[in-house]
């Protein structure tokens, strides 16, 4: 069982940054590819970025490529987020999720708002 606990979500006005982290409580961290969804209000969630076992690989959706970067640090079993020149709409509840193989895991999530 891997548990993912969110953290470091707030307030923060437009063009802001922020950065949220999520840590899981699992020996093989460095197996599991691990991204970033999010769902806002009344809205599907969605997925934000990912990045592979190794790092060697990461993805982006379209509307945070160039303001967000992903990052994970297997020594310390951490996912990161960093997220620059924040809009009104990257306001949501935050989620990690660890995959592998056929297992998926999620965490609570952690609120960012974004204030214009």
């Known amino acids: 069982q891997v548990q993912l606990v969110e953290s470091g979500g707030g307030l923060v006005q437009a063009g802001g940054s922020l950065s949220v982290s999520c840590a899981a409580s699992?020996?093989?961290?460095?197996?599991?590819?691990i991204g970033w969804f999010r769902q806002a209000p009344g809205k599907e969630r969605e997925f934000v970025a990912a990045?592979?076992?190794?790092?060697?690989?990461?993805q982006y959706a379209d509307y945070v490529k160039g303001r967000f970067t992903i990052s994970r640090d297997n020594a310390k079993n951490t996912l990161y987020l960093q997220m620059n020149s924040l809009i009104p709409e990257d306001t949501a509840v935050y989620y990690c999720?660890?995959?592998?193989?056929?297992?998926?895991?999620w965490g609570q999530g952690t609120q960012v708002t974004v204030s214009s």
């Open positions: 999720k660890a995959t592998e193989s056929v297992y998926a895991y």
């Open positions: 699992v020996r093989t961290f460095s197996y599991y590819a």
């Open positions: 990045i592979g076992a190794s790092a060697s690989s990461v």
